[in-house]
């Protein structure tokens, strides 16, 4: 009895120790993906191209390394980086990360599929449909849409990617009005 016993011991000892080599721990594509887009939000190209180069895996090593700086930059270009906001979704293989844009505050979700071995390489980046938190989409009053207007576009005209002027108005009645960047006088 014994000598079964041990060799019972004996075999779930192999199998933990099999089972340790493939599984995988299901937050290592969130941490994977909450690390690049720390890198993304940096807007710091040569920052990226290390990442790249020690976190992504061969598959997507196989693609120009220009492709990624665009993909990056392309991003950074549109929010000034992200905030992540949470897991939208997971599971063992990938994780869908709900960002928060932090130019124009709108929602963004990101797709992240890593290797299914150890160093767990990214294998895969993809935009996903954001589901916002429940309390993004609130009712405001006119004077809540004024000051969310006022904040939004003061955000855009700092960035420099917004110049010009501005009138909301609601059943014929101005809400907000404001001119943003400087006039061009030739």
Do not use: C, W
Not at 147 to 154: C, P, T
């Amino acid at each position: 009895m014994r000598q079964i016993f041990r060799s019972f011991l004996l075999f779930l000892a192999s199998l933990t120790a099999v089972i340790g080599v493939f599984a995988q721990d299901p937050m290592v594509a969130e941490r994977q993906g909450r690390a690049f887009i720390e890198a993304l939000s940096t807007g710091d190209r040569s920052k990226i191209r290390s990442f790249v180069e020690t976190k992504f895996g061969s598959e997507m090593l196989g693609m120009p390394m220009q492709q990624h700086l665009t993909f990056a930059s392309n991003h950074y270009d549109i929010s000034r980086g992200y905030e992540v906001v949470g897991v939208q979704e997971a599971d063992p293989n990938g994780t869908t990360l709900l960002l928060k844009n932090k130019l124009t505050g709108l929602y963004a979700a990101m797709f992240f599929s890593v290797e299914d071995k150890a160093p767990f390489k990214i294998k895969g980046i993809g935009g996903r449909p954001p589901k916002a938190p429940a309390a993004a989409n609130r009712t405001l009053d006119n004077t809540a849409i004024s000051e969310e207007l006022k904040g939004f576009l003061k955000r855009l005209a700092d960035a420099d990617v917004f110049s010009g002027a501005v009138l909301l108005a609601k059943d014929g009645v101005p809400v907000y009005k404001a001119v943003y960047g400087t006039e061009v006088v030739q």
